[in-house]
């Protein structure tokens, strides 16, 4: 097992990573005093709760809430393959509740979006402050997707203006002239007011999240195609493809190559 844990700040909600291959893992009954997400990569296992068990695939997630007695454990025939955050703190309630999950419904349905750039992302985390500032990032843009996808209630009162920015982020990333002031002026409203409901809403800068994003998506563009690095670089942003190649490095620790050869390793 590959994880970590360590002490952030009141802001900064990452508690621990880590990725379990297929084998007989499993775990309680018991309670953990933080949130903890799931992620399954392949094969299929069960959850259950006080009242129900539920049956888990590939593609699906499940949250376990602080304080809530569960057991999981694998299909014996065909054993899941995972990834688990945990995480707590301020923000951590606040989240959670923009999900449409709830501890008696913890189980999050197979989603268009594969979350596995992002979780690569955050494992790759270090203990370092500015590796702590990237591994929050990617965790709030993970929650931020299940929010999208799964939004409860709650979640449609979000900002239009933070909506619009990120659409507007996620459609126009690949230009490499893309600025902060392009997304303002596309919302159009006050610079510092949309500044802080992005943050607010997403726990990350506006200039933060278009990085992550671009690097989400050339995580993407490494494990699914053969595109050389230059001609990747100028898919997702980067006319320089040696710049694109150190901030790829800062944000997974790994080299764009390097992060290639590790996931085609990973796929067999």
Not at 88 to 115: K, Y
């Amino acid at each position: 097992m590959n994880s970590m844990s360590y002490s952030f700040s009141e802001r900064s909600i990452l508690k621990g990573n880590g990725y379990k291959p297929p084998n007989s893992h499993q775990w309680g009954p018991g309670v953990r005093d933080v949130y903890a997400v799931h992620y399954i990569v392949s094969g299929k296992g069960y959850l259950k709760t006080c009242h129900t068990t539920f049956s888990l695939k590939t593609g699906e997630s499940f949250i376990i809430f602080p304080h809530t007695e569960v057991y999981y454990y694998p299909d014996p025939q065909d054993p899941w393959e995972y990834y688990w955050i945990e995480f707590n703190g301020a923000e951590a309630s606040r989240l959670v509740s923009m999900i449409n999950i709830a501890p008696d419904h913890p189980v999050v349905e197979a989603s268009p979006q594969d979350f596995k750039p992002l979780f690569h992302i955050i494992k790759a985390a270090g203990i370092e402050p500015f590796e702590r500032e990237r591994s929050d990032a990617g965790l709030h843009l993970l929650l931020s997707y299940y929010m999208e996808y799964y939004p409860s209630e709650q979640a449609f009162l979000k900002k239009d203006y933070v909506l619009s920015a990120r659409e507007y982020i996620e459609s126009n990333f690949w230009k490499s002239s893309l600025s902060v002031l392009d997304v303002v002026g596309f919302v159009k409203i006050e610079r510092s007011y949309l500044f802080r409901l992005f943050k607010e809403e997403n726990g990350i800068s506006i200039s933060g999240y278009l990085t992550v994003f671009r690097i989400q998506r050339a995580c993407e563009l490494l494990a699914n195609s053969q595109l050389s690095i230059k001609s990747l670089a100028y898919s997702v942003g980067y006319q320089d493809p040696l710049y694109f190649s150190k901030i790829f490095k800062k944000v997974t620790s790994y080299t764009p190559s390097q992060y290639r050869k590790a996931y085609s390793a990973l796929a067999k």
